[in-house]
């Protein structure tokens, strides 16, 4: 391998040397994985479309070969595949204009000591106006991603609660949380779309187990 080459696609392969040599917790995650991927009351079907938006969320393009071969398998179009990655995209940088509400609270001098409130998320009206322009750019992006097209409302909001667990984004999942709800998802539903954000989390850190391998062996 070119030792310039930091990523490929063939690597995947040395999976099997990080099972050989950390076995017992290899397998345990392997049982988490599958059993938080297979259909309960989520389909197999929507879980791989969760697991697609949280891969790209996470950057692992290991994660992302695996999960788009899953999805297709699974018979979801690529219409359907577009749409959970624009979700993962607006929750990816929704997570960021949300934590301007802290950056105003710490320029300000407001900084308490409790540092996710709901009434902080007040202060984006604030931002609003100091950034108008780009702010509701961004606004009537999120709007229409959100908006039911080849996947209905619940289904974009059960993956924005995944990926909103996935950049840890307080008032991300305060809001889809209740998104989800009101779109009728039960609380059953969501734990799984948490669920298969959690083995995703963890997934793409196991998967860059194997540029580990490879940065140790050269």
Known sequence: MNQDVLYTKSSIGRLEELKSLAPESYDAFMKVNNKALASETLTAKQKEL???????????????????ANVKEQEASKEEVAEAIMVASALKAGSALAHSVNALNAFDGKGQDELYKGAYFERLREFAEINGETTQAFMDFDKEVMSEGHLTVKEKELIAVAVAHTTGCAYCINIHTKGAKKAEATFKEISEAIMVATTLKAGSALAHGINALNAYDR
Do not use: D, F, K, P
């Not at 697609?52 to 070969?65: F, Q």
């Open 50 to 68: 969760i697991a697609v938006a949280v891969a790209h969320t996470t950057g692992c393009a290991y994660c992302i070969e695996l999960h788009i």
